[in-house]
């Protein structure tokens, strides 16, 4: 069956950062998009952040623009988002997806910026 398994994820200060696995099995990786979003404390799900399947077109939320890098590895099945500069407002927990909805996520992975 489908499955998303995302990792990576701790504690971090401000300014520090972080690189977010998500590791995929199941379906057919090298056809399709990933997409990664979080939740943070007492809010919903948003969006952050799409790879193409070929991991060469991708999308920013406004919010993360500029500070993080998303990428995937069709070879090793997997989508990493790399996290820069971060602020006490990504305090959340990320999850991979392959749609944005979040239908088939994974149980996602804690990432807590404070100082």
């Known amino acids: 069956q489908v499955q998303l398994v995302e990792s990576g994820g701790g504690l971090v200060q401000p300014g520090g950062s972080l690189r977010l696995s998500c590791a995929a099995s199941?379906?057919?990786?090298?056809?399709?998009?990933i997409y990664w979003l979080r939740q943070r404390p007492g809010k919903g799900l948003d969006w952050v952040s799409q790879?193409?399947?070929?991991?060469?077109?991708?999308d920013y939320a406004d919010s993360v623009k500029g500070r993080f890098i998303v990428s995937k590895d069709n070879a090793k099945n997997t989508s990493y988002l790399q996290m820069n500069d971060l602020k006490s407002e990504d305090t959340a927990v990320y999850f991979c997806?392959?749609?944005?909805?979040?239908?088939?996520r994974g149980q996602g992975t804690q990432v807590t910026v404070s100082s």
């Open positions: 199941g379906f057919n990786f090298a056809k399709s998009w």
């Open positions: 790879v193409s399947v070929s991991g060469i077109t991708t």
């Open positions: 997806s392959r749609d944005r909805a979040g239908r088939d």
